[in-house]
């Protein structure tokens, strides 16, 4: 195995690592600061300081591939086992990247397995009891026990796994060769050495004869991997299911959702027509308020400890959360409307003309971003006609190579942002999941540590989707050997890796999803008659139970005020009129 040393590192690696995480460290807190809500300012420390250690994850994980082709370590060259290596020390940085890959996977999954899982259950877990107010409830008691069933669970398919198929079959080819000896020989592996290039040392007498036709068989080599290994391949298959319909949805609504920003921009509009948009959203306020109050109380209709309603509650939990998805996409809706409806109005006052144009170019840019994206995936990932981003990234190496860093950094975090983008998109638009919207200024931490989820979540698939894609730029990396050599080919995973699944369903994805998102540029809310009818349904479907609030008479809106609707206000407006 190669030998590290002090002595064998690279300064000039070892400086450019650390400016790496001070950089992303000063980012991480500035969007933490940045984009929080006032409200969540007095919030407990833990979550915040996690949302930023999260996001230092993944940052430098994604980034760390070219300071790893920089090191170069993965190189026959730099292995002192192998017979390619001539000594020389030049192209070789000396830092273990296999080491500091396991290291940042093995934190990543330790913090989206308990750390994420236990920050959201502590933050949404109401801090009094909401029958009685003046009751304090201890938060750590309820989100440690479900937190502990989540880490138990994936324990037990982690080492269920590990213990039964923990080794990674990697395709190689096998040539005989029919030898004509007339004496025995030996063979051996060198003793305590495990490196990848380490052959087998064969003795072979001088009298032998070796002939012409030589046969080639596939053949498989069985290569046991550690448990932080497997556990990161475990969490990158789960992920990967996640990433692939999250980064097709992206690529192709990322630079729709920015060019549908620069078509329905503020405009000049008349009195007239700007009373007729503030009578329309006044007609929606008092919906979105309705709808709030029945849903209260249909819901409190079965909270009053009887088992028969506990079990009513539990029968249509699934269709519970359905209902509380809409009403957030609804008031989210509402919101941006609403902002729509201010920017219009002072739009002599306070608006920067630049900000549309600049939306714009960079829906354009995204646009062209994304076709280079498809056209990699299509021509390099998928056929290996013409892996041209790679080639591209090679072409610095000789002269600027902190150009060719700063290309896959920006490459790579775009494939990041339209993770984020798709993810939010298929909420908006698929109901299933919950709208955790980014807004500077206006972000709660619970939002934060959903994105934060997601994001951890598909740091590992991306680093490996980033590795395979530019896997001419990266087959001398720690990275390749990590995920492309062991962590595709473990055992029951390999089919899927193998066969290319998750890049197919990227590109069908994107396909499927571009035109319609051209045909629905901008996100429609759910319909109020809609919801009415659905709890309608529910009550005439049998239940024990009959929802109290349908009986509610129609709510007047307040006046409006141009200021931004949200779930507190609606609530405090429900609290005075009861």
């Known amino acids: 195995m190669t030998n590290y040393t002090v002595a064998n590192v690279d300064p000039f690696l070892v400086v450019g690592f650390a400016i790496l995480m001070v950089v992303m460290l000063i980012i991480n807190i500035y969007i933490l600061t940045y984009w929080q809500h006032p409200d969540d ?171 012409q036709n030589v046969t080639r068989t596939d053949a498989d080599l069985d290569m046991p991997v550690s448990f932080v290994v497997y556990a990161m391949g475990l969490l990158t298959w789960i992920g990967s299911w996640l990433f692939s319909m999250f980064l097709g949805a992206g690529l192709a609504s990322a630079p729709v959702e920015f060019i549908v920003a620069f078509v329905y921009r503020p405009k000049l509009m008349a009195p007239d027509a700007l009373g007729a948009m503030e009578l329309e959203l006044q007609e929606r306020s008092s919906e979105v308020l309705e709808v709030t109050m029945l849903l209260k109380r249909e819901r409190g209709a079965l909270v009053d400890g009887s088992r028969a309603n506990a079990a009513a509650l539990r029968r249509r939990y699934i269709n519970d959360r359905l209902e509380v998805n809409k009403l957030t996409q609804m008031v989210f809706c509402l919101e941006r409307d609403t902002e729509d409806f201010v920017a219009c109005k002072n739009l002599r006052q306070n608006y920067n003309p630049l900000i549309a144009p600049f939306k714009l170019f960079l829906g354009i840019l995204f646009g062209m971003v994304s076709t280079v994206w498809l056209l990699q995936i299509v ?140 045909y629905r540029p901008r996100d429609k809310p759910v319909r109020t008659e809609d919801f009415r009818r659905g709890m309608m349904n529910r009550a005439g479907g049998g239940n024990s139970y009959t929802p109290v609030g349908l009986e509610l008479p129609p709510i007047k809106a307040p006046k409006f005020n141009s200021t931004l609707p949200s779930f507190s206000r609606l609530r405090n407006a429900e609290e005075k009129k009861e």
């Open 41 to 211: 300012k007095a919030e407990s420390v833990f979550p915040k300081v996690l949302i930023v250690f999260g996001l230092q994850l993944s940052a430098v994980s994604v980034l760390m591939l070219p300071v790893d082709f920089g090191n170069n370590m993965g190189s026959p060259r730099c292995d002192s086992n192998s017979i390619m290596n001539s000594g020389s020390s030049q192209f070789c940085g000396g830092i273990d990247f296999f080491t500091v890959w396991q290291a940042f996977g093995g934190m990543i999954c330790f913090t989206v397995i308990a750390m994420v899982p236990f920050a959201i259950f502590f933050y949404e877990e109401d801090a009094t009891d909401l029958r009685d107010m003046s009751i304090k409830k201890n938060r750590w008691l309820p989100a440690l026990c479900y937190t502990s069933v989540f880490v138990f669970a994936f324990l037990i398919l982690v080492l269920s796994l590990y213990f039964t198929i923990n080794k990674a079959e990697i395709p190689v080819d096998q040539y005989v060769y029919p030898l004509n000896i007339t004496e025995t020989y030996t063979y051996s592996r060198p003793p305590g050495v495990d490196s990848p290039y380490a052959f087998l040392e064969l003795t072979l007498p001088t009298d032998f004869h070796v002939h």
């Open 379 to 518: 021509l390099g990932v998928l056929t290996d006609a013409s892996p041209f981003l790679s080639l591209y990234l090679l072409s610095f190496d000789s002269w600027f190579p902190m150009f060719g860093n700063l290309t896959y950094a920006l490459l790579a975090l775009y494939l990041l942002f339209c993770t984020i983008i798709g993810c939010f998109k298929m909420s908006m638009r698929m109901i299933c999941i919950k709208v955790h919207p980014m807004k500077v200024g206006a972000t709660y931490l619970n939002a934060f540590l959903f994105n934060l989820g997601v994001v951890m979540l598909c740091t590992l698939p991306l680093v490996d989707f980033c590795t395979e894609a530019f896997s001419a730029y990266a087959v001398d990396t720690d990275a390749y050997f990590l995920f492309v050599v062991q962590v595709n080919h473990l055992r029951f995973l390999r089919a899927f890796f193998m066969n290319k699944v998750f890049v197919w369903i990227i590109l069908l994805v994107a396909c499927a999803f571009l035109p319609y998102m051209i």
